[in-house]
Each structure stands twice: as C-alpha cells, then as structure tokens.
C-alpha cells in the first residue's frame, strides 16, 4: 500500500492563527487526495478531495475561504486552517487513493489544538 | 450522498470470545472497505468487497457484503487484545473514490 507522511503530527495554536498541514504520499504519485476531520469518539468526515493542478472540491458545510488547500504537485497536498478558533480544534488526516480499485491509504493524521 | 450505519457503537468482550460489527446502508453501494483505528493511531485499511454476497477472510476476520449490497459485517473470531481498537465500514462511490464513513465500532478485549 502506499505510504503517506503528514506534518506536523501534533501543532498548538492560538485563536486567530493559521496552521498549515502537509500531506506527502512517499512512494507514488496521487493527482488526488483526501482531506478528513475527525473529532474525539467520533467519525472521519470527509472535508474536501484535493487535485493536483486545479481547485479542490470540497464538501457540503466546509468553508472553502477557511480551509485552503493547495495540491501544487503529485506527491504533496496542503490544507490551510485560517483564523483558527478553538472549534476547529480536531484530528485532520489525509488519505491517498491506493493503486487498486477503492482502496484508501491514510496519514498519520495532525492533532490541532486552538487556545 | 450515501449514508452508512454501524452497530453497535461500543463492544467490550473478554479475550476468546468472538466480537461482530455491522453496516446498513438504506441505498445499493458500490463497494465497502473496513478501515481498523487502533487509539491514538490513524485508519488502517483492511479489506474491500465489491462483489453480491462477497465472503472474505483474513486469518481470524470475515467479512461479507450482503446480497443486496446494503449491508456488511466484520467477524472476529476469538478475540485477542491485539484486536483493540474502532472498526469503520466506509462506502465508495466508485468512480471518485471518496469514503462514507460509517460511526465505528470501538472494541474493548478485556483480558
């Protein structure tokens, strides 16, 4: 399966901040990737699918403005939390699709903590 | 978009004992994977199934997707405390390959 890399694994922020996450599939290219927020004892939602060389699609109730994301190559994607505020506090992961037919290969995930 | 259910949403068993989860999903699905989260730790993929009725093992796990294909179940059989951890179906879409999650099933293996 793939190898994806995430950082930072950890980041503590204050209110009204932005916090960059990098997400690198290590061992093949990804034209595109999954951006998932989970919050403690809860499900991963799916946030925005990232796509190299062009706008990422987000999903329904996630702000496009507060969260950017930037998939500017084929093995790194980035997602941008603006103007942080102790609500976004969450676990963010990233996926890349597998060489196969549905599979997902997930990061190792970044805890962000809003003071 | 689709939307997956998963029961139960907590199960504790003692070490030897066998420990099921399922899904239902209310519309036919493409496929289901099953996704294993261990505490701290980020979702590991397990298995897919694609095809009506599919039946598949991985040691002590089984896993099947219904006839229907609106629902699947994760089998362990004699658990171990190695097997701690939440367990997600997630449904595809096909084509765009993006995940439904389901709520999860966290494991407890009491020794």
């Known amino acids: ?115 | 978009g689709q939307q997956v259910m998963q029961i139960p949403q907590y199960q504790h068993v003692q070490e030897g004992e066998d420990f099921t989860t399922y899904c239902n999903s209310s519309t036919t699905l493409s496929n289901i994977q099953w996704y294993k989260q261990r505490p701290g730790g980020h979702p590991v993929f397990l298995i897919q199934l694609v095809k009506s009725g599919e039946v598949k093992k991985q040691k002590r796990l089984t896993f099947q997707f219904g006839e229907a294909k609106k629902n699947s179940s994760l089998h362990i059989t004699a658990t171990q405390t190695t097997d701690v951890g939440t367990y997600f179906c997630a449904a595809g879409d096909g084509s765009a390959r993006q995940l439904t999650f389901g709520s999860g099933t966290q494991l407890t293996v009491l020794p």
Request: charge should be neutral.
């Open chain 1, 1 to 115: 399966g793939a190898v994806v890399s995430q950082h930072p694994s950890r980041v503590i922020c204050k209110s009204g901040t932005s916090v960059k996450i990098e997400c690198r599939s290590l061992d093949f290219q990804a034209t595109t990737m999954f951006w998932y927020r989970q919050f403690p004892k809860q499900s991963l939602m799916l946030m925005a699918t990232s796509n190299e060389g062009s706008k990422a699609t987000y999903e329904q109730g996630v702000e496009k403005d507060k969260f950017l994301i930037n998939h500017a190559s084929l093995t790194l994607s980035t997602l941008t939390v603006t103007s942080a505020h102790p609500e976004d506090s969450s676990f963010y992961i990233c996926s890349v699709p597998g060489q196969g037919a549905y599979e997902q290969y997930f990061g190792p995930g970044t805890r962000l903590t809003v003071t």
